[in-house]
């Protein structure tokens, strides 16, 4: 039997609720921010809407494909920001052959009580400890991403070396 939109309307919310339960382990590769909000949708089954644990998630996704994989820096950033072309630039980038194949990957673990979110991007990395810290004067519109989320919404935050993959640590 295919999966359809006909099955799919028949699952109600407490069978959707209930079939979570089983699931110890997801794992998801994304390239566009219409992913990334469709996977972060997904993982409401599991995260609590109202708390901030899918807002870290969707940030360091973000980060994943805008700054890892498409190479937007800090400083591009800004002025795309001031421009009002930051969307722009997104779908622009994500358009070019030499970003086609590049991909991120979420692989989420959930043990009842926490849950253990590692996300790795195809990029070259970045140094993670300058927008780590709590010096943040110099960034009025953006770059407190990462640190609002290892603030706010998660237990652990750790980087690889080269800062390509982070692995969080939150309560469910």
């Known amino acids: 039997m295919l999966w359809n ?3 799919e309307s028949k699952i109600t919310p407490q069978l959707w609720h209930q079939a979570a339960g089983c699931i110890t382990s997801v794992k998801f590769q994304f390239h566009t921010l219409v ?3 469709t996977i972060n949708s997904y993982l409401s089954q599991w995260m609590d809407t109202d708390s901030n644990l899918l807002l870290g998630v969707r940030e360091i996704m973000v980060n994943a494909v805008e700054h890892g994989n498409l190479g937007i820096g800090y400083k591009l950033k800004s002025k ?15 358009a070019m052959h030499k970003y086609l194949d590049k991909m991120a990957t979420i692989h989420v673990d959930f043990d009842g009580e926490k849950v253990k979110i590692m996300v790795q991007d195809d990029g070259v990395g970045f140094d993670y400890n300058m927008f780590l810290s709590e010096n943040m004067d110099d960034r009025k519109f953006h770059g407190r991403g990462l640190h609002m989320a290892q603030e706010m919404a998660f237990e652990e935050m750790t ?3 080269d800062g390509s993959c982070v ?3 939150g309560k469910l």
Do not use: M, P, V, Y
Request: proline share 0%.
């Open 167 to 169: 692995t969080c640590i």
């Open 159 to 161: 980087f690889s070396k």
């Open 5 to 7: 939109n006909e099955i």
């Open 35 to 37: 992913e990334i909000n």
């Open 80 to 94: 795309l920001l001031e421009d009002g072309t930051w969307l722009d630039e997104i779908h622009k980038r994500l």
